[in-house]
């Protein structure tokens, strides 16, 4: 069995307890208005190119076997046609100006453990472990519970990162080996959520319930985004209140940092302008504070 991941990122530390190792999966199923993982969206391959980054040694162009890649050295010039693409990945792999990144790397569990188990020193003495993030990663639910079941076999720390738009037999598959689930809340009410995300949050928070049913630790991840879902901290705090699965919350700013990802992999980015004011972000913090909860 294979998974199809876009990157690894290793001494990530806001991806659950301690020092961690954050495994990211491409495809998801919810288009959230302020997606900063475009790369993660689709499940197919990708190509990411920079131009301000392009040196213009040629090299992308020897390795291109349809020639997409049109270099004017002279001008320092690079045009990359899309339409020719096949998307090899051949290209990215001799870029010496980090001007090309390839996003879908099929992988098995046995080629990935290795990487995973690196720093797993750092995780015993920080009380991290290895975090499954996306996109979606539980659209691959089968690969991330045999992923997952390996990991634990080697006694490291698991926390499974979801937007909770999964089937419920995806919980069920990973729920064994999952020591903690970090899991997005964005709206209460279903045509904030439906306008923000493309999808409805009726499963969403089924799912939740259900994990409050079976015991499982929970973190809470509300997105703060002005203009969109800052009229529901109070709705999600009184929501939240009667769930006895969440050990803390976590209230994550806007931020507009992945412009430039929307950019490189010619996908359309219409991010939204506003951003949080640190006294917005406290403001709701005091309100899930004021409902018993305990926020990070």
């Known amino acids: 069995m294979e998974g199809v991941i876009f990157s690894v990122k290793r001494f990530a530390v806001h991806d659950g307890d301690g020092i961690r190792t954050t495994v990211f999966f491409k495809g998801c199923p919810l288009r ?10 689709l499940k197919a391959n990708q190509l990411a190119f920079m131009p301000d980054k392009c040196i213009s040694c040629g090299e992308c162009a020897a390795a291109c076997p ?32 980090d001007a090309l990144t390839y996003y879908g790397e099929r992988v098995s569990v046995e080629k990935l453990l290795p990487r995973l188990l690196e720093d797993r020193e750092f995780f015993a003495s920080s009380g991290g472990g290895v975090t499954l993030s996306g996109g ?12 997952l079941a390996a990991l634990k076999e080697e006694n490291i720390n698991t926390a ?28 209460f009410h279903k ?10 949050n009726r499963l969403i928070l089924e799912n939740l319930k259900y994990l409050d049913s079976v ?6 991840r509300m997105p703060f985004v002005p203009g969109y879902n800052d009229g529901e901290v109070g709705p999600i705090a009184e929501f939240l209140s009667g769930f006895s699965c969440i050990t803390k919350l976590r ?7 992945a412009l430039s990802k929307y950019e490189s992999l010619a996908m359309p980015a219409n991010l939204p302008e506003v951003i949080p004011s640190k006294e917005q972000i406290a403001q709701a913090e005091a309100c899930f504070r004021s409902y018993g909860l305990t926020v990070v």
């Open 32 to 41: 959230c208005a302020w997606c900063h993982n475009p790369e993660g969206l």
């Open 160 to 187: 499974i990162d979801t937007c909770g738009f999964v089937p419920r037999e995806a919980l069920d598959a990973v729920l064994p080996y999952t020591d903690t689930f970090l899991y997005d809340i964005k709206a």
């Open 215 to 220: 015991g499982a630790a929970v973190e809470i």
């Open 191 to 200: 045509d904030v959520h439906i306008r923000c995300t493309s999808q409805s």
């Open 66 to 97: 349809v020639s997409a890649h049109i270099i004017d050295s002279e001008k320092q010039t690079h045009v990359l046609n899309r339409d020719a693409c096949i998307l090899c990945g051949k290209c990215a792999k001799v870029c010496l100006g």
């Open 251 to 257: 209230v994550l700013p806007y931020h507009r940092y």
């Open 136 to 147: 979606e990663c539980l659209e691959q639910y089968a690969f991330c519970s045999e992923l």
